[in-house]
């Protein structure tokens, strides 16, 4: 598995080669996109992690339950693919080794990565907001 | 023409393959319900139906059965994040005629749709 430290928050080459495209019209099209369905599923897997993901001592007796374990790999899967498609690479990585721990219920793995989120969204947020920005897009 | 239609219950994923289809010769439909699949007047007229495995309600493989018992002209592609697992977890009465993997490229798609519909051509 790669070092997420070194992937690219966002990589456009990838975008264009999915895509088959590098207009800017695709591009704008993608990546708006993307920013909507991403933040949408973004919310969910922090709205999990504060009332279902707790290892501290509060909530030892709250457990989360398979479902929500269930719940949480499958938004890690589908925000993944999504990540893929416009070239995420950061945030695809952090959705790979969530899932991986809520399928496995790797409840410490999960929290700490949860963590990670709270730096690695916003920093992609940021570059998809500059990357539209600079491809014409008039609603950043 | 060949009709085509995609079901995932992603729609970003969905508008992607709109997008990667956009100009080509497929006339295309897409499904956000896979459950609404029974109900829709182009069913008989499809020629490939590529469905996502991980869907709330029914996996892309069980719907993809229950296509081959109802519909068995129809060509079937599974599309996965993980191809090994769902291809593992297949029903042994299910033939698929590809898999792709998911997110997958607008080449690997039209490769994939072309081989399928070049078949079509050749066995009609």
Redesign the interface.
Known sequence: MADAATLPVLDLNVLIAMYGDDSAETITLALSGFRREATHYVQQLQNAGQHNIRTDSARKDHAPTDTALADMARLCHSLKSMCGLVGAAKLMQLCMTLEQAARQQDLTTLQNELLKLAEVWPELLSQLNLTLLQHGYPDV | MCNILFIDD????L??YQ??LRGSVYQAFYLQQPAQLWQQAYLTSLTIVLADQ?M?GITGTELLLQLQQSHPAIKRVLIS??LTLAITQLAPELTLDAALP??C???ALLDCLQRLSGELTATT
């Open positions: 992603d729609a970003f994923i508008s992607a997008r990667m991980q709330p994040g993980d998911k997110p490229s607008k080449a």
